[in-house]
């Protein structure tokens, strides 16, 4: 067990809470080498089909410790995390504020969910830096060029109100409540086959700016992965039986 990061199980779903809130659940290499490990033993889980992150103490994550970046450099881990993610869906539960490389965590995940009034924002060109996890080229992928463009250049941040009204929240909650919500969402997401789901988190990821030619020859190789599988049987086998069906991910 570490003493940055608790990781619980619900079913299907692992729920992983940054557990730094002395420190905003900022990013220090050992919280950076934490969460990669993390996310290697969920994806590496067979019973496992989603996966939460939250932060603890009333707040998302502040992104990196910049007093542990002035001593010990950028914190180990936290790249790797940055431009990998998860094989498996990834949402993230965001209370009170995602700053900085906070956001750039919450955008390298799938779907966000957010207590209404989180500050959600990439204010680094006030710190002399600029968002370098991710964020100035993924957060144009998901809000309108304009907004992304006048966070990144103000500093200012949105609500989340308003990123779900932008659609770059997909569920709003209760202010502590978004880690409820994101299990139930994640518990909905854990009903389905893994391998599918996985495949089609996959596609919709990696094709993006994709030609439709492109994107049938990437999708091509997951035809025999997922339509051979077991589970490919067993879903059709459950829906004649009218039964729920045993996933096994194999």
């Known amino acids: 067990m570490s003493d940055v990061l608790l990781q619980e199980t619900h079913g299907r779903v692992r729920l992983i809470t940054l557990t730094r809130p002395e420190a905003r659940n900022s990013i220090n290499s050992a919280l950076g080498t934490a969460l990669v490990a993390a996310i290697e033993e969920a994806d590496a889980d067979p019973l496992v089909t989603a996966i939460v992150l939250t932060g603890a103490g009333g707040g998302f994550s502040a992104g990196m410790d910049l007093k542990a970046f002035a001593t010990e450099g950028p914190p180990k881990g936290f790249d790797q995390f940055l431009r990998n993610g998860s094989n498996k869906p990834l949402i993230a539960a965001v209370e009170g504020f995602a700053l900085a490389g906070g956001l750039e965590i919450a955008l390298t995940c799938d779907l966000i969910v957010a207590a209404r009034g989180v500050k959600m924002g990439i204010p680094e060109v006030n710190k002399g830096l600029f968002a370098a996890g991710g964020g100035l080229f993924r ?112």
């Open 139 to 250: 957060l144009p992928n998901r809000i309108p060029y304009g907004v992304a463009m006048e966070m990144a250049l103000t500093s200012d941040p949105i609500t989340s109100d308003h990123a779900h009204a932008l659609g770059l929240v997909a569920r709003l909650a209760e202010p502590g409540h978004a880690a409820e919500v994101a299990l139930e969402m994640a518990a909905r997401i854990a009903r389905n086959a893994p391998l599918g789901v996985a495949a089609s988190k996959q596609i919709i990821r990696s094709s993006r700016g994709m030609d439709e030619a492109a994107a049938w020859k990437m999708q091509g190789p997951l035809l025999g992965q997922v339509f051979l599988s077991e589970d490919a049987k067993e879903g059709p086998r459950a829906f004649a039986e009218k039964r729920e069906p045993k996933w096994t991910g194999r």
